[in-house]
């Protein structure tokens, strides 16, 4: 009978080690590659550790989610109304103003106007930036579910929340850091997780996260910074208030080509706040 038993279980460890064999082949990051550059793994001998291991690392992201909610809805329906009063009439994009609840993002004091058709101060000489203007720039960065996105001027945090409607790579940068910490904050209790976010000077941008797709800058600059034209990635487009502080600015359309060669055209007439920048 022991006989038979010990028989049973040299059986038992071949079968096992040639499942988990197999197991680990498949497992191979060439060949469920997750979209990255293709991992480089040295062979080891199996073991049941490694083939876990294996396993995890290779497993699929889930698909972003931006979060939803009910409170007020009826009037960012009202809102996106006035908003194709302006003859915009892209879908996305009325979909995610109609997404974002704004009053989230703006001072207690001013709730009763967070669905107005007008800019709100937000502390530090700052402002949350009137929809329609929010809307119109978010359509002329015509983003992607894989687009990477840089936001120059975080404030309260609502552009930001806009731009997970479109893709969950978002970058966001403010200088204020009263401003950053209370944005970085508010943005992970609503649920938008995924926005990436840092207190520093986006005159400079941020070179580990480039090149980008798109990139936003929600505060007027005397002249369009270098290092961001630089970040821009072939074939991307910036959106970039420039002008005088506390003055109409012209909204400019910054396309670079593919070949690096930049264009610039004048949208609109606006009035930002200033970017403030440690530049001189």
């Not at 001072?107 to 800019?119: E, F, T, V």
């Amino acid at each position: 009978m022991a006989v038979v038993f010990l028989a049973a279980v040299a059986l038992a460890a071949i079968l096992s080690a040639y499942w988990l064999s197999g197991h680990e082949a498949l497992a191979d990051p060439k060949a469920h590659s997750t979209g990255g550059p293709a991992l480089r793994a040295k062979r080891t001998p199996t073991t049941t550790a490694t083939a876990p291991a294996t396993q995890a690392a290779t497993a699929p992201t889930k698909p972003w989610r931006p979060p939803r909610f009910t409170e007020r809805r009826h009037q960012r329906r009202r809102m996106v109304r006035v908003i194709e009063g302006y003859a915009l009439t892209d879908q996305s994009v009325l979909k995610a103003m109609t997404a974002v609840p704004r009053h989230r993002f703006v001072p207690r004091k001013h709730l009763s106007r967070a669905y107005g058709d007008s800019p709100l101060p937000i502390g530090y000489g700052q402002t949350i930036s009137q929809p329609y203007i929010v809307a119109e720039m978010t359509r002329q960065l015509k983003l992607k579910s894989d687009s990477r996105v840089l936001e120059v001027g975080t404030g309260s945090g609502y552009q930001a929340a806009v731009l997970t409607e479109f893709t969950p790579h978002v970058y966001t940068i403010e200088i204020i850091e009263a401003l950053a910490t209370a944005a970085k904050k508010r943005l992970n209790r609503l649920g938008y997780t995924v926005v990436k976010t840092r207190c520093g000077d986006g005159h400079y941008g941020w070179p580990e996260a480039a090149p980008f797709d798109a990139i936003i800058v929600t505060a007027a600059a005397g002249h369009i910074p270098a290092p961001l034209i630089k970040q821009l990635k072939p074939g991307g487009r910036m959106i970039i208030p420039v002008g005088a502080p506390f003055a109409v600015q012209s909204l400019m359309l910054v396309q670079k080509d593919l070949t690096g060669v930049v264009r610039t055209r004048s949208l609109m007439a606006v009035r930002f706040v200033p970017l403030v920048s440690k530049s001189p």
